[in-house]
């Protein structure tokens, strides 16, 4: 030991400087690592996507993004339907499940007692831990027939039932990041607002909405981030029909989303050919979107 | 510049609807206070003058701070009865946000909200005054508060770059923004500097003169040195009364002499 001590004091420290012997500290390089290996793994993740789906762009250009015509055995690759209904589904499931989360933080951290705002978290994780596919199933039994039958539809299957699945899916998401940042607001602050006379519906707006917004915010993003991925509940109620919506806002036909394309024909797709290459340029398409997201989420108009 | 309470310029539209009267006193009438099980407030009665200071004095745990929130409506489940301007506050017209607007509460610690000094001192106005041009209100406010020289130019700069103790003085000009009948003081000196405390001392003085003020606070030379009456509370109860020579000169009960003398001893430490 004292050997070693002295061999690292006399042999290897004098050859090296002093700021590379400040970060031999064995904490501070794992830091580092695991500081590195998390953007290496977004570019090694994005390199391959790039790579794979390489053979695809060369052979059709970039214009396939608003090809409407999705057909890979007479070799047309149209994205544009499942972009749309990706973007229709995540539309949805953020127009129902944002009010409800925001709503059920407010309630269970400003106006519930601590039991039950701890009765109505753990009802949360519970949601948020059951299995997608289970969500497909009930959407599936559930769902669908009531869909069919309240609105007189043909199929229940259609984008509307995929936003309303995701939007179940994502809501104890927003609801526990939410209250998490509610709660993070110093009892002061609540106090304060009190003391001046500030009625309940202005210390929301005016003192703890704007100051739980960084924590509400991370909790959308990481919402979409489900909601934009979510594979098996969607392939399960979207009914898988590569064509637009006619007219582009009708969401009670059956459409397509990309990841439940990805789901429903990788496993038909054999290896290295066209039509697997246009899968993978999905998955590029995908994680854009969702670096996009992430961007915007961060844009410094939204952070304050 | 005379910049007592009554020369003050009026904020654009009155805040509440309950002034009017011609004094403004507070009456606590056996007040009780029970929170989860433990005895906070027993029997406890007094009233303030119109206007001076009133210190609010006792050991840690007398129930003095309960005392403080029992009046703002932040405990609510106290049995008795508190009167403002003669008026009962369980039936406070606008309910307990009109009567919060009346009665300015400083805590201890400095909770400054994270917008900028003039939007911090203008807070508690109603959205129709914050629209309208408030500069005159806001600068008297702060020369009230003993703050407008430190902060004149830059006023549009967040509250939270203040120091602690110019961010007591910013709520201390926050809760007179609502032109209040009184003010309480929980501690407002407790944690600030020497030149913090004096500053905060001579502007609560220059208050006093036309409005009645109710400050707990543990430095008991701080209480000398605000003159006015003095309360004495221990376990719940009030022990004793009077003004401030007297009390600190002819202690009656024994429970008040016990306490100066750990007084005296703790400051000769």
């Known amino acids: 030991m004292m050997v070693r001590r002295l061999c690292k004091k006399w042999v290897i420290y004098p050859f090296i400087k002093h700021k ?39 052979a059709f250009g970039i214009q396939v993004l608003w090809g409407d015509a999705w057909y890979p055995y007479e070799s047309l690759f149209g994205f544009l339907p499942a972009i749309v209904g990706t973007v229709w589904a995540l539309l949805i499931a953020m127009i129902i499940a944002l009010p409800c989360g925001l709503a059920a933080a407010i309630v269970s951290s400003e106006m519930m007692s601590e039991t039950w705002r701890n009765l109505v978290r753990v009802g949360m994780e519970i949601l948020a831990g059951i299995p997608s596919v289970v969500y497909g199933l009930i959407g599936l039994w559930l769902l669908l027939p009531f869909l069919q039958h309240s609105l007189d539809l043909l199929t229940g299957h259609n984008l509307l ?35 001046l006379g500030v009625d309940w519906q202005q210390r929301l707006f005016r003192v703890l909405l704007p100051q739980a917004w960084p924590g509400i915010r991370s909790g959308i993003l990481l919402a979409l981030g489900r909601a934009l991925g979510e594979t098996m509940a969607v ?70 | 510049m005379n910049l007592s309470h009554k020369a003050m310029p009026e904020p654009i539209e009155g805040s509440q609807k309950n002034v009017g ?47 403080l929130r029992c009046i703002t409506g932040l405990n609510e489940t106290w049995q008795g ?5 003669q008026q009962h506050l369980r039936q406070w017209h606008g309910g307990v946000d009109a009567l919060r607007k009346h009665i300015g509460l400083i805590s201890q610690k400095p909770s400054v909200f994270p917008v900028s000094i003039a939007e911090n001192v203008t807070f508690g106005l109603s959205r129709k005054q914050r629209k309208q ?69 001579a502007s609560l003085r220059q208050l006093a003169e036309s409005m009645p003020l109710l400050c707990v606070t543990h430095d008991l030379q701080q209480t000398q040195r605000l003159q006015g009456q003095v309360i004495f509370m221990c376990d719940g109860k009030i022990i004793e009364t009077g003004a401030c020579g007297d009390f600190f000169e002819h202690p009656k009960r024994i429970e008040t002499r016990e306490f100066l003398q750990w007084s005296v001893c703790d400051c000769g430490d």
């Open chain 2, 133 to 201: 041009n408030q500069s005159t209100w806001i600068q008297h406010c702060l020369e009230k508060a003993a703050l407008w020289d430190e902060v004149k130019h830059r006023l549009n700069m967040p509250a939270a770059s203040l120091s602690l103790g110019q961010q007591q003085r910013l709520c201390l000009a926050r809760a007179l923004a609502l032109k209040p009948s009184m003010l309480l003081l929980d501690e407002p000196t407790a944690s600030l500097d020497p030149r913090s405390k004096a500053l905060i001392e």
């Open chain 2, 21 to 67: 009267h011609a004094f403004d006193s507070l009456c606590c009438e056996h007040l009780y206070l029970h929170l989860s099980n433990q005895v906070i407030l027993k029997d406890v009665s007094f009233s303030l003058p119109e206007k001076g200071i009133t210190s609010l004095i006792g050991p840690s745990g007398a129930g003095k701070s309960s005392l």
């Open chain 1, 20 to 58: 590379v012997r400040h970060f031999l500290n064995p904490l501070k390089i794992f830091v580092a690592l695991g500081c590195v290996s998390a953007v290496l793994s977004v570019l090694v993740l994005l390199g391959f996507l790039i790579q794979s789906s390489l053979p695809f762009w060369q």
């Open chain 1, 161 to 195: 039932a995929a936003g309303m699945i995701l939007s179940l899916m994502i809501l104890p998401t927003i609801m526990v990041m939410s209250q998490d940042a509610l709660q993070a607001i110093s009892e002061e602050q609540r106090e304060s607002a009190m003391n």
């Open chain 2, 81 to 85: 009865d508190i009167k403002l301007n």
């Open chain 1, 235 to 304: 392939m399960l109620v979207v009914g898988s029909m590569d064509r637009l919506p006619e007219p582009f806002y009708n969401i009670l036909e059956p459409a397509q989303t990309l990841t439940s394309r990805i789901g429903r024909e990788m496993g038909e797709a054999s290896f290295g050919s066209l039509h697997f290459s246009a899968l993978m340029g999905c998955g590029l398409i995908l994680a854009v979107m969702a670096m996009g997201l992430s961007l915007l989420a961060q844009h410094r108009s939204l952070i304050r």
